[in-house]
C-alpha cells in the first residue's frame, strides 16, 4: 500500500504513540492512595506515602478520650502532636490493618492497633477504624475512632 502524503506519516505516528503514553500513566485510586500509606516496605515508606498524599491543609483528628486527641491542621502539627509522641512514648506502635471500604471520596481502614507504653511496660490490643477523605487525590481530613480506653489503661501505672 501506498501513501500520497507521505508527509503526514510521522505525525500522526507521534499523535498515535504519544495518545498510548498517556493511557499508561494511571493515576492511583483514592484507595489506592490510603493503602500506600499503611502497606509500604516499612514505617519510613509508609510516612513518605503519607505526606507526599497530604493535602497542606488536611485536618487530622485524634479520637476524644485517645492520649493525643484533638485536630491538628497540616503535617507540622500532626507530626508534632501525633507521630513524634507515638515513636518516643511507645515500643512497635503500629496499626494492623484488617480490610478498606472505599465509596466515592472517602475511605475507611478499619483494623487493629498494638503497642506497648514504655513508661508502664504494659501492652495493648485496641480496635481502629481510620475514615479519610480526599480531593483531587490529596487527603483533606482523617479521623479515627477507636477504643480509647484499652490504650490509656496501657499508660496507667495501676
Not at 490493618?97 to 471520596?105: F, K, N, R
Request: hydrophobic share 35%.
Amino acid at each position: 500500500m501506498i501513501i500520497k502524503n507521505q508527509k503526514y506519516i510521522l505525525p500522526m505516528i507521534a499523535i498515535m504513540l504519544l495518545a498510548g503514553c498517556t493511557q499508561n500513566q494511571t493515576q492511583m485510586t483514592n484507595l489506592e492512595i490510603i493503602k500506600s500509606t499503611y502497606e509500604g516496605k516499612n514505617s519510613e515508606e509508609n510516612g513518605k506515602n503519607l505526606q507526599k498524599h497530604l493535602s497542606e491543609n488536611v485536618k487530622w483528628t485524634e479520637a476524644a478520650g485517645f492520649p493525643y486527641a484533638g485536630t491538628y491542621t497540616g503535617f507540622e502539627q500532626i507530626a508534632e502532636n501525633v507521630f513524634s509522641r507515638l515513636g518516643s512514648e511507645w515500643i512497635d506502635y503500629k496499626f494492623i490493618p484488617e480490610d478498606y471500604v472505599a465509596s466515592d471520596d472517602k475511605v475507611v481502614a478499619y483494623g487493629t492497633y498494638t503497642g506497648i507504653f514504655k513508661k508502664t511496660n504494659k501492652p495493648f490490643t485496641a480496635r481502629v477504624a481510620h475514615v479519610w477523605k480526599l480531593e483531587q487525590s490529596k487527603i483533606i481530613s482523617f479521623e479515627q475512632f477507636v477504643d480509647s480506653k484499652v490504650v490509656v489503661d496501657s499508660m496507667s501505672e495501676d
